[in-house]
């Protein structure tokens, strides 16, 4: 319940939305049981009026019965309608709560997540807590009103009957709901996380397909999937199994508490306490009033798997983010010198440190390329610069202030960054260049794109801005998708820019179109260039080489590389 809590909080912003459907849904109730009641009397002291049936009033029953009918209709339709708005509100507001509660953790936590993990848990775990208002919170407030009522009514016509229905109603609003939710609470955990698992398959074999069919592991793939998959239906089938029971048994009470009805109103007729249209209205009503504790059994034989999801959403948002803003922080620094002094790094859990004192100095204006193989360290350096992570010891400043002293948003304000795999949303060609400048107008838009040699791609397609990119990209080759974070830096306009591996993978034709596009971002800024290779570093003013998470050389280029051939490196 402790996890629950949490979730509890934004129903405030939903307040109205939910007050609306859960009245809706009580009056929808009303008029079912009443519909019931008055139709119980209205048939039983007809019976009774027999030939004299003229004399017995139709008017007022009939004006009654038309009402409650109609009634039922519109506040069921009503509640259908205002609890799922108010559902679907709460579930928007949960996912847009989430990804800002995640955001902070991005990228240096939330990599400790797989993604399929973290897709399951924004979809998958957020619409298990529909459950939570849905299918609990209202149908248990509404049951213990009715019930309630119900009981006191029956009580005064028949205090033997009132107190067996009680008794009954108990059993089928509470007992049984309990029983269930003990009974399926471990199944109903395993399903989130069962569910993370085969997502989390179905992502891994899209992604990697074709190194499957290289290598010839298909079959162990397939055989995973089926495993996964059996271990969910499994879960599920448990809990079906246990909502059966459970509406079995509410049918039971239902029944139960007829033939008590039946029995004291035949006891009431004998004894001249109740006419035959009373009798009839108990009998029926009673009937009636086990419909609002009917859906509670089904509700919370599915608590555990509402409330395990809850406990992972907190999981990931109660995560403490690798880096936090100072209380009071210093001003972005109006100079944009970077220097990183004796700075080591270790990632959680590993005994090898990936950079150890590391030193060195960029000057505003100065052109820096950071040399080494892939696990030299590289992508680590990158990581502190954009304070992504913090060193484990030593110190990076920007204009002579250490990063702790300032806000995130002031740091990373002064880079653009650019990684070998540029990152693009599934949107249109416009909203992934805002990423660089929210406010950037069209004019600025084009003016990027040209500087990046993009123009003439974008104008061919049918929509031009408005043109959708497709997933991750999907409809633009490797070169257009690396010439649009290029246009992406340009809007950005920061005065440092960090490139990671700018040219990987792409052909000698899209490598050169990506180059001049370079230099002219490159032109009037402090640039890192992150590399692994020895071409194509005429345009640096130094060279700096890691090897094992430390310095191996550094200097001017042609310094460098005459080093690194006297190693033999």
């Not at 998958?124 to 939570?132: C, E, F, M």
């Amino acid at each position: 319940m402790t996890a629950l809590r949490a979730f509890l909080a934004p129903m405030k912003n939903r307040k109205g939305w939910l007050l609306l459907g859960f009245f809706a849904m009580l009056a929808g109730s009303l008029c079912s049981i009443g519909l019931m009641a008055v139709a119980g009397w209205y048939l039983g002291s007809a019976a009774l009026a027999g030939g004299t049936v003229l004399m017995f009033g139709v008017i007022t029953p009939g004006l009654a019965l038309r009402s409650l009918a109609l009634g039922r209709t519109v506040f069921r339709y009503g509640e259908r309608i205002w609890t799922h708005e108010a559902t679907f509100r709460l579930l928007a507001d949960l996912r847009v709560w989430f990804f800002r509660q995640a955001l902070p953790l991005a990228p240096g936590k939330l990599s400790l997540f797989r993604g399929g993990d973290l897709l399951s848990r924004i979809m998958d775990d957020i619409d298990a807590l529909d459950t939570l208002y849905l299918r609990v919170i209202a149908p248990t407030v509404m049951a213990i009103l009715l019930g309630s009522a119900g009981v006191v009514f029956l009580s005064f016509h028949s205090l033997g009957l009132g107190l067996t229905v009680a008794v009954l109603l108990v059993i089928a609003g509470a007992a049984l709901p309990l029983a269930m939710a003990l009974w399926g609470r471990a199944a109903g955990r395993e399903i989130p996380a069962s569910k993370a698992a085969l997502r989390i398959l179905g992502i891994d074999t899209a992604k990697g397909l074709s190194e499957l069919r290289l290598f010839g592991h298909k079959t162990r793939q397939r055989e995973a999937f089926h495993t996964a998959s059996l271990t969910l239906d499994r879960h599920q089938q448990k809990l079906h199994l246990i909502s059966a029971i459970g509406q079995a048994a509410v049918s039971l009470c239902g029944h139960l508490a007829l033939w008590a009805a039946l029995l004291f109103g035949l006891l009431g007729l004998e004894q001249g306490s109740l006419s035959s249209g009373m009798a009839i209205l108990l009998l029926l009503g009673c009937l009636a009033l086990f419909e609002t504790v009917a859906p509670l059994p089904l509700a919370y034989q599915a608590f555990g798997k509402t409330q395990k999801a809850a406990e992972r959403l907190l999981d990931l948002t109660q995560t403490a983010p690798p880096v936090e803003d100072p209380a009071q922080p210093k001003p972005a620094p109006e100079r944009f010198t970077l220097q990183m002094a004796a700075v080591s790094y270790r990632y959680p859990n590993t005994e090898r440190r990936a950079v150890e004192d590391i030193s060195f100095c960029l000057e505003e204006g100065e052109k820096l390329a950071i040399l080494g193989r892939s696990g030299s360290g590289k992508s680590t350096l990158a990581a502190l610069l954009l304070r992504f992570q913090d060193p484990e010891n030593g110190q990076i400043t920007l204009g002579g202030v250490p990063y702790q002293e300032l806000r995130q948003a002031d740091l990373q304000g002064h880079f653009a960054y650019l990684s070998q795999r540029t990152e693009l949303l599934t949107g249109t060609v416009r909203d992934n260049l805002r990423i660089g400048r929210r406010e950037a107008q069209d004019g600025d838009l084009w003016k990027a794109l040209e500087q990046a040699q993009l123009t003439q791609t974008i104008r061919r397609l049918p929509q031009g801005l408005e043109s959708w990119v497709g997933e991750g990209g999907a409809g633009l080759s490797g070169g257009e998708r690396r010439r649009l974070g290029l246009a992406r830096a340009f809007l950005r306009n920061a005065p440092i820019l960090l490139l990671d591996e700018p040219t990987e993978g792409l052909d000698r034709a899209a490598e050169q179109k990506v180059l001049e596009s370079l230099d002219r971002l490159m032109s009037g800024r402090s640039v890192i260039m992150i590399t692994h290779r020895v071409t194509d570093l005429d345009r640096m003013d130094r060279v700096l080489v890691l090897d094992n998470g430390q310095i191996l050389a550094q200097g001017t280029p042609e310094d460098v590389c005459a080093e690194k051939v006297l190693r033999g490196s």
